[in-house]
């Protein structure tokens, strides 16, 4: 195998596709498009990604007990978490059905009148169904209130039956209130070495670790997930010209020339390799400059490429080993290119996923390249993941090797066909 002629060919492919890069620099500009999009939804950080939740409440008892509780809702961090909004029972339920909420809490009739005879009551929530998370954050919440108001009812049972005289009589002297005050007083005596301070207190301890926390923008992440997927595609417009020429008889031509059919095959591989490093870089470039992403030390990065696309180009030439037409090779690793995105990280974490399914996301080459490229952003040098950068390029040599001698066995046999 001539060097030379490998060299020509690549030489001859860069020049066509610089020619006529439309469908190149499209793919290579997704990523940018679709991290705006996220950004947009999402914001900056991540503290931005969690809104405040929206809470009708229906008090059909209208009491100061169910004033009360319905003020605890909505006091210190929890007036932070939830939006809470008071509104008549027949409007609350009309929006819930139009899902302008995340839950309407029901207070039902004569709820103080029970709480004063110490009788069970029950709070009716009704949850959104479109939504998962939030209503379940509603319920957690609404239950710890109903808990804490209850055992304060339990506790000062006594005072409570007291206070209820008092405003049924709605007539009391200062003796009435200065006898309230002292058994008050006498109930907090009595419960203050369990409450101030507290039988059991939380300590809280954040693990000291070497390495900085790493706090991630949308931007961050979005754009080396998307990066990944779309470089699939970029490595893809190259290897297709492999079958179409076969297709159009050019391969035929080339067969009863000098040129041999190895040098074909790898000259695709590697102008594949040097056009994916090439809209890389380019849009890392842009990443920094749009979304002011820091992408870690230059080394780092450039190493983090060229093994990301060794990697890229070793696998698609392998699956182009099994492929015999360039229609079945576009509807084919579409395919596979979305599975593995939903997979490996491209389109939602990895971290969200079930134990399995992480398990899994291992087996793609975007999970390797997104964490890559987080490493990095996190500070870490190429020194400290070789292992990991290793590990893909020779994958991608591997995948290469392959691929290149299961493809020319196919492409021979089907020449002269």
Same mark, same amino acid.
């Given at each position: 195998?001539?060097?030379?002629?490998?060299?020509?060919?690549?030489?001859?492919?860069?020049?066509?596709?610089?020619?006529?890069?439309?469908?190149?620099?499209?793919?290579?500009?997704?990523?940018?498009?679709?991290?705006?999009?996220?950004?947009?939804?999402?914001?900056?950080?991540?503290?931005?990604?969690?809104?405040?939740?929206?809470?009708?409440?229906?008090?059909?008892?209208?009491?100061?007990?169910?004033?009360?509780?319905?003020?605890?809702?909505?006091?210190?961090?929890?007036?932070?978490?939830?939006?809470?909004?008071?509104?008549?029972?027949?409007?609350?339920?009309?929006?819930?059905?139009?899902?302008?909420?995340?839950?309407?809490?029901?207070?039902?009739?004569?709820?103080?009148?029970?709480?004063?005879?110490?009788?069970?009551?029950?709070?009716?929530?009704?949850?959104?169904?479109?939504?998962?998370?939030?209503?379940?954050?509603?319920?957690?919440?609404?239950?710890?209130?109903?808990?804490?108001?209850?055992?304060?009812?339990?506790?000062?049972?006594?005072?409570?039956?007291?206070?209820?005289?008092?405003?049924?009589?709605?007539?009391?002297?200062?003796?009435?209130?200065?006898?309230?005050?002292?058994?008050?007083?006498?109930?907090?005596?009595?419960?203050?070495?369990?409450?101030?301070?507290?039988?059991?207190?939380?300590?809280?301890?954040?693990?000291?670790?070497?390495?900085?926390?790493?706090?991630?923008?949308?931007?961050?992440?979005?754009?080396?997930?998307?990066?990944?997927?779309?470089?699939?595609?970029?490595?893809?417009?190259?290897?297709?010209?492999?079958?179409?020429?076969?297709?159009?008889?050019? /391969?035929?031509?080339?067969?009863?020339?000098?040129?041999?059919?190895?040098?074909?095959?790898?000259?695709?591989?590697?102008?594949?390799?040097?056009?994916?490093?090439?809209?890389?870089?380019?849009?890392?470039? /842009?990443?920094?400059?749009?979304?002011?992403?820091?992408?870690?030390?230059?080394?780092?990065?450039?190493?983090?490429?060229?093994? /990301?696309?060794?990697?890229?180009?070793?696998?698609?030439?392998?699956?182009?080993?099994?492929?015999?037409?360039?229609?079945?090779?576009?509807?084919?690793?579409?395919?596979?290119?979305?599975?593995?995105?939903?997979?490996?990280?491209?389109?939602?974490?990895?971290?969200?996923?079930?134990?399995?399914?992480?398990?899994?996301?291992?087996?793609?080459?975007?999970?390797?390249?997104?964490?890559?490229?987080?490493?990095?952003?996190?500070?870490?040098?190429?020194?400290?993941?070789?292992?990991?950068?290793?590990?893909?390029?020779?994958?991608?040599?591997?995948?290469?090797?392959?691929?290149?001698?299961?493809?020319?066995?196919?492409?021979?046999?089907?020449?002269?066909?």
């Amino acid at each position: 195998m001539s060097v030379k002629r490998v060299f020509l060919l690549i030489r001859k492919d860069f020049l066509r596709k610089w020619r006529n890069p439309v469908v190149i620099v499209g793919f290579m500009l997704m990523p940018l498009l679709f991290t705006f999009i996220f950004g947009l939804f999402f914001g900056k950080s991540e503290e931005n990604i969690l809104p405040r939740i929206s809470v009708l409440a229906a008090d059909n008892d209208k009491s100061l007990l169910s004033q009360l509780f319905l003020t605890s809702l909505s006091q210190g961090e929890l007036k932070k978490l939830i939006d809470l909004k008071v509104v008549e029972e027949t409007l609350g339920r009309k929006q819930m059905e139009k899902g302008k909420a995340s839950g309407l809490l029901i207070i039902p009739e004569k709820f103080g009148q029970n709480i004063w005879d110490g009788k069970a009551m029950e709070l009716l929530l009704l949850k959104n169904p479109a939504e998962q998370f939030l209503p379940q954050v509603v319920e957690e919440i609404t239950d710890t209130a109903a808990l804490l108001f209850s055992a304060l009812s339990s506790v000062f049972g006594e005072e409570v039956g007291l206070l209820r005289g008092y405003m049924e009589k709605k007539d009391f002297s200062d003796q009435d209130v200065a006898q309230f005050s002292v058994k008050v007083r006498n109930r907090m005596q009595s419960i203050s070495k369990y409450v101030f301070p507290p039988v059991i207190s939380l300590k809280q301890e954040t693990i000291k670790t070497e390495r900085k926390t790493l706090t991630l923008s949308v931007q961050d992440y979005m754009l080396p997930a998307m990066a990944v997927f779309f470089l699939l595609f970029v490595c893809n417009v190259v290897f297709e010209d492999v079958l179409r020429e076969k297709e159009a008889g050019t /391969l035929l031509r080339l067969s009863i020339s000098p040129l041999e059919i190895a040098e074909f095959i790898w000259g695709k591989i590697l102008i594949s390799m040097a056009i994916g490093i090439l809209c890389t870089l380019i849009l890392i470039g /842009l990443g920094w400059m749009i979304f002011r992403i820091a992408w870690g030390d230059f080394s780092t990065v450039l190493l983090i490429v060229v093994s /990301l696309n060794i990697l890229c180009a070793g696998f698609i030439s392998f699956f182009y080993a099994f492929l015999k037409t360039e229609r079945q090779a576009g509807t084919v690793l579409s395919s596979v290119f979305i599975v593995m995105a939903l997979l490996g990280g491209s389109m939602i974490p990895v971290s969200n996923f079930p134990p399995v399914l992480q398990n899994f996301s291992r087996l793609t080459l975007n999970y390797w390249g997104i964490q890559a490229f987080l490493k990095s952003i996190g500070g870490t040098r190429f020194w400290e993941m070789g292992l990991h950068l290793g590990g893909m390029a020779a994958a991608g040599v591997v995948f290469s090797l392959i691929g290149s001698s299961f493809l020319k066995r196919n492409l021979q046999r089907g020449l002269y066909k």
